[in-house]
């Protein structure tokens, strides 16, 4: 494995601009990267077809992760087959999501960084020179689903909050009254 730097360096090189999106056959890519990674000359990689993606953003995104781990220098292991179709049918989709334009994948280094990092953690791969912790920390510190899972639990840790001041305040005013009423 290479350093960090480098696989965000291809993938912000990755010239989708050249691609004709619609006719991309996902299978093919998938194919070779396999062919060449494994050795094994299957003709079906995967249980389900990647042929059918539609959303171009998505498609998008499997023509970097596959110009990627087809790299012949990039120095990445053998690709455990299972984790990486789990990976493409799960998280990709996600991401997809969170990201929409495929573009940002491609332009924005933090992103490029979350797309290697998350693909890399599914594979249970690590970038030279980076521990486990280190990978793990880093790889937290710049994932949209964390980042986005956190927004959720502050907002609902503020709405919490909000509703108990609510419920402080109408009590003293219910108090108030109570006492007004007393005298």
């Not at 455990?80 to 573009?103: A, G, I, Q, R």
Request: charged share 30%; net charge negative.
């Amino acid at each position: 494995m290479l350093e960090i730097r480098y696989y965000v360096k291809q993938v912000l090189n990755t010239a989708l601009h050249l691609v004709d999106l619609p006719s991309v056959s996902l299978d093919a890519l998938w194919f070779d990267v396999f062919f060449f990674r494994t050795g094994q000359g299957k003709t079906d990689v995967f249980p389900k077809s990647f042929d059918s993606i539609t959303n171009l953003n998505l498609k998008a995104l499997h023509i970097i992760l596959a110009n990627l781990l087809n790299d012949k220098e990039a120095q990445i292991p053998e690709i455990p087959k299972e984790s990486l179709f789990e990976y493409l049918t799960n998280t990709l989709p996600t991401l997809c999501d969170l990201v929409p334009n495929y573009n940002t994948w491609t332009t924005d280094a933090e992103r490029a960084e979350e797309l290697i990092r998350s693909v890399f953690h599914s594979l249970g791969i690590f970038p030279e020179n980076e521990t486990k912790e280190y990978f793990k920390d880093r790889y937290l510190s710049i994932d949209s689903r964390e980042r986005i899972r956190i927004l959720d639990e502050t907002k609902k840790a503020q709405e919490r909050a909000k509703e108990i001041l609510r419920q402080l305040k109408q009590k003293e005013e219910e108090e108030a009254a109570s006492k007004y009423n007393r005298e």
